[in-house]
């Protein structure tokens, strides 16, 4: 069983930054990828960013240039620096992590994080 723990969202104001982690716990496969997906207000779950166990990055078109993804592998644990914030990034942030054992198991999934940001 894989438990995910994010924490980091809160307030900020518009051009501010924050820092998102998310500390996974449990039986963790070495081939595996963490990210963060985001669910703004209204609207359906999107990809932020994702980072492979190999260190491999992929961003959403909108966060590109303005957030970084980041693991610690010995912690289990992924962060996003998400810098230059603006008022269309508030969303409940979502932490993923996806396993590879002969085949992509069922993601994990945390509890969400709530990010706002005021104009």
């Known amino acids: 069983q894989v438990q995910l723990v994010e924490s980091g969202g809160g307030l900020v104001q518009a051009g501010g930054s924050l820092r998102l982690s998310c500390a996974a716990s449990?039986?963790?496969?070495?081939?595996?990828?963490m990210g963060w997906y985001r669910q703004p207000p209204g609207k359906q779950r999107e990809l932020v960013a994702t980072?492979?166990?190999?260190?491999?990055?992929n961003y959403g078109d909108s966060v590109k240039g303005r957030f970084t993804i980041s693991r610690d592998n010995v912690k289990n644990t992924v962060y996003l620096q998400m810098n230059s914030l603006k008022p269309e990034d508030t969303a409940v942030y979502y932490c993923?992590?996806?396993?590879?054992?002969?085949?992509?198991?069922?993601?994990?999934w945390g509890q969400g994080t709530q990010v706002t940001v005021s104009s």
């Open positions: 993923k992590l996806a396993m590879w054992r002969l085949g992509w198991l069922p993601p994990s």
């Open positions: 449990g039986s963790i496969g070495s081939i595996n990828t």
């Open positions: 980072i492979t166990s190999g260190g491999n990055t």
